[in-house]
């Protein structure tokens, strides 16, 4: 019997076989509304508020399939485990299950929450079951206490979201609480995007409260990192709203570091910062007698008059309460630090359009010693002007008197000759600075009223460097201010020791309140804007 291949059957079973595999595979269902619910939990074992338990295991069953997302950043145990940074966790459908270190170290008569914040979502739509907590008890009895708060920025009383807020008890001593590693809170909250914030299951008793941004997510206040603390402890139980003053806090102490020291054929040394430059500084040579020196930039130029120096130069730094020294070894710079004459600063040559001074600033490339005011002509515009009052307010500014005045075109010409630096040095060429003064139409004036001021604090304006100091109901005046939109800030001294406090945990003291009493306030020429702030009807 013979048998032959026909390609035509093999086509038709080919497609049957396509149309019996799409027949039989199942496919989600298309079509209908959007699942918008979250997970609802069904089940808990251990039960919630569970007493008397040392849990091994806990294991949630909910309506749907589940996922678990960011469990790092939303999950956590409060107070903390000694020793654990996170719990292994696992999901089965629509089942989640966290495990507990076999060998914890429960404390006794304890409260704990198990926060899963936004961690717990739906399979497919990922709606996220937000807020589910577990709580149960090492003791007999629950704990139900709680305190609310809110915290909210320095600087702009804007809500701080994602920050951690940690209830300590009011015995625990300060340096346990911000400087142990151990000092575990006893409760923990996490602030939501209105900065609000519920400390749950506290036992009674009085709390001292920290909030901290907590980057590293290790239960404490670090440092660098950002806080906000309440001044007096806080009873469980009290409804009332804490309001907590979110601002910076000092960074890790870093002493100051040298990386560079050269020094040219001149004797001019210049000694570059590599980390945290300091100005409170001092030079000496190793055989005895100081240096003089300025700093400038990241760098602190320093020079000797007279004695030779040698390869190596001892230098002293200050930085608050702390100081310290060290010696440097000096190598030869290959080329003149400072160019091979005085010069001016180039920014300085030709400076932008400016409101009128009584006073103009001239920097140099050097230090400087000598004026010779027969080589130097002043002109406003184009007019000869006397120049009688000048003075060297440090080695290398050179500060000038004059008498500006709205729209002039103002220039200094510096003949060769001019001036001379410490090593007699003089400038060989002719230096020119130029500047210009804006019209009188040119600058808006802006007028505020305050109200209802309790405290003593500063008012400042975004477009001027110096703040106001003001005592209480007053009217303050800027009659010069650049066209633009300026914001109006008010920074209180509650605590009336002369300048703006931010968070210090270590001393355990708030930020003191920053407040913006204006945003965007447009600013026009040859405009007054007038403003009445009432402080009793800020909120």
């Known amino acids: 019997m013979s048998c032959r291949f026909n390609p035509r059957m093999l086509g038709v079973g080919l497609l049957a076989s396509v149309l019996w595999m799409s027949c039989a595979q199942v496919n989600a269902p298309t079509g209908g509304p959007v699942d918008e619910d979250p997970p609802v939990l069904l089940s808990s074992s251990p039960a919630m ?83 589910l907590l577990w709580a149960f008890s090492t003791g007999a009895v629950l704990d139900t206490l709680a305190i609310v708060g809110q915290v909210v920025r320095s600087v702009d009383a804007a809500a701080v979201e994602s920050c951690r807020v940690f209830a300590y008890p009011e015995d625990l001593p300060l340096d346990s609480l911000v400087l142990s590693s151990s000092g575990h809170p006893s409760q923990v909250a996490v602030t939501d995007a209105n900065g609000l914030f519920v400390l749950r299951h506290l036992a009674p008793g009085a709390y001292r409260l920290l909030a901290v941004s907590d980057a590293n997510r290790d239960y404490r206040w670090n440092a660098g990192e950002s806080a906000a603390l309440l001044p007096n402890p806080v009873q469980a139980g009290d409804t009332t709203l804490h309001k907590m003053i979110h601002g910076p806090t000092a960074p890790p102490f870093q002493a100051p570091r040298i990386a560079t020291a050269e020094r040219d054929s001149t004797g001019l040394m210049r000694m570059a910062f590599a980390a945290n430059p300091v100005a409170n500084v001092a030079f000496y040579r190793k055989s005895g007698g100081s240096l003089a020196h300025f700093a400038w930039a990241d760098s602190v130029w320093a020079w000797s008059n007279g004695e030779s120096v040698g390869d190596s130069v001892v230098w002293q730094w200050r930085l608050g309460s702390t100081s310290g020294w060290d010696t440097l070894r000096v190598r030869d710079a290959r080329a003149s630090l400072s160019g091979r004459a005085p010069a001016l600063d180039p920014a300085q040559r030709k400076t932008p359009r400016s409101f009128p001074v009584r006073q103009r600033t001239f920097s140099w490339n050097r230090p400087m010693a000598q004026l010779d005011t027969a080589r130097v002509v002043v002109r406003k515009d184009s007019v000869a002007q006397p120049l009688d009052q000048w003075a060297w307010t440090s080695p290398r500014d050179l500060v000038v008197d004059v008498e500006e005045g709205a729209g002039e075109q103002w220039a200094m010409l510096l003949l060769p000759g001019a001036v001379e630096d410490v090593w007699g040095g003089q400038n060989v060429d002719t230096l020119l600075a130029e500047w210009s003064t804006h019209p009188a139409d040119h600058a808006g004036k802006l007028v505020v009223a305050l109200q209802g001021l309790t405290t003593p604090g500063w008012l400042r304006t975004s477009s001027l460097p110096d703040s106001v100091r003001v005592e209480g109901d007053t009217t303050v005046v800027w009659p010069q201010i650049a066209p633009g939109k300026v914001t109006l800030t008010f920074s209180s001294d509650e605590n009336g020791d002369g300048e703006w406090t931010s968070t210090n945990p270590l001393g355990w003291q708030s930020a003191e309140p920053r407040s913006v009493l204006q945003k965007e306030l447009e600013i026009r020429s040859n405009w007054d804007v007038e403003l009445s702030v009432d402080f009793r009807q800020k909120p």
């Open 49 to 131: 508020g569970s007493t008397s338990l040392q849990p091994e295991r806990l294991v949630w069953d909910f309506d749907e399939f589940i996922q678990l997302k960011n469990t790092t950043s939303e999950m956590f145990l409060s107070p903390p485990l000694a020793g654990v940074n996170a719990l292994e966790t696992r999901v089965r459908g629509r089942t989640v299950e966290v495990a507990f270190p076999a060998d914890a170290e429960w404390q006794t008569d304890q409260t704990y929450v198990l926060h899963f914040g936004a961690a717990i979502v739906d399979l497919h739509e990922g709606n996220a079951a937000d807020g």
